[in-house]
């Protein structure tokens, strides 16, 4: 499952419409609109039915939001555990024996 295409999702809920998701990701509404059918295809789901030019969530996009919500905080925890280790140097000490001398 594509990582930015669950972030393009969490910003339509949160934003409500695509127009307005579009100015929160920078995208144009077409990218995101294919961003959107993309992940819908990948999950072989709809997460919206569209209502004019309203969006309204189904059970399928629903069931989706913490799912996401958790995949996006484990990225930014890994992230971060990551650039901790990088930031204070540890390095790795292997030592090896062989059996006769112990």
């Given at each position: 499952?594509?990582?930015?295409?669950?972030?393009?999702?969490?910003?339509?809920?949160?934003?409500?419409?695509?127009?307005?998701?579009?100015?929160?990701?920078?995208?144009?509404?077409?990218?995101?609109?294919?961003?959107?059918?993309?992940?819908?295809?990948?999950?072989?789901?709809?997460?919206?039915?569209?209502?004019?030019?309203?969006?309204?969530?189904?059970?399928?996009?629903?069931?989706?939001?913490?799912?996401?919500?958790?995949?996006?905080?484990?990225n930014r925890l890994t992230r971060q555990a990551i650039e901790a280790v990088a930031r204070r140097g540890y390095h790795?000490?292997?030592?090896?024996?062989?059996?006769?001398?112990?």
């Amino acid at each position: 499952m594509d990582f930015d295409r669950l972030v393009i999702f969490l910003k339509i809920v949160e934003a409500g419409t695509l127009s307005a998701a579009s100015q929160l990701v920078h995208l144009t509404q077409p990218a995101l609109s294919r961003n959107l059918k993309l992940l819908e295809e990948e999950l072989g789901a709809e997460l919206f039915e569209r209502r004019g030019r309203r969006l309204v969530l189904t059970a399928a996009g629903r069931a989706l939001i913490p799912r996401a919500h958790q995949i996006v905080e484990q990225n930014r925890l890994t992230r971060q555990a990551i650039e901790a280790v990088a930031r204070r140097g540890y390095h790795d000490l292997r030592l090896g024996t062989v059996d006769s001398v112990a």
